[in-house]
């Protein structure tokens, strides 16, 4: 049964960087497609990068492109998220998950989350 494990959220001022950490068990991550989501208070959770495992292709939104990046560490079956040049829009839990596409990613398939907050 696959388990997905967040941590490295925080209080980060605005200009700082985070690295968050997706553990994964129970399943190799490696032949997947994954996502890192975040949703803010109110808001609909939203995807902020994905990684195609099988060729390493990325994609992010405009929102967090050329400050975030993902990356797969196959020997540790993880799976990051580097987060650069933070702004207070960019507090929100932030979730990692089997997929890129919300609304057709199991309930089964999703970390629990790890707050970031952006403030001064």
């Known amino acids: 049964q696959l388990q997905l494990v967040e941590s490295g959220g925080g209080l980060v001022q605005p200009g700082g960087s985070l690295r968050l950490s997706c553990v994964a068990s129970g399943l190799p991550l490696k032949n997947y497609a994954l996502g890192w989501f975040r949703q803010a208070p109110g808001e609909e959770r939203v995807n902020v990068a994905c990684?195609?495992?099988?060729?390493?292709?990325?994609y992010y939104p405009d929102s967090v492109r050329d400050r975030f990046a993902t990356s797969l560490d196959n020997a540790l079956n993880t799976f990051f998220l580097q987060m650069n040049n933070l702004t207070s829009e960019d507090t929100a839990v932030y979730h990692c998950?089997?997929?890129?596409?919300?609304?057709?990613?199991?309930?089964?398939?999703w970390g629990h989350g790890t707050q970031v907050t952006v403030s001064s």
């Open positions: 990684l195609t495992s099988h060729d390493g292709s990325t």
């Open positions: 998950a089997l997929g890129c596409t919300a609304d057709t990613i199991p309930k089964d398939l």
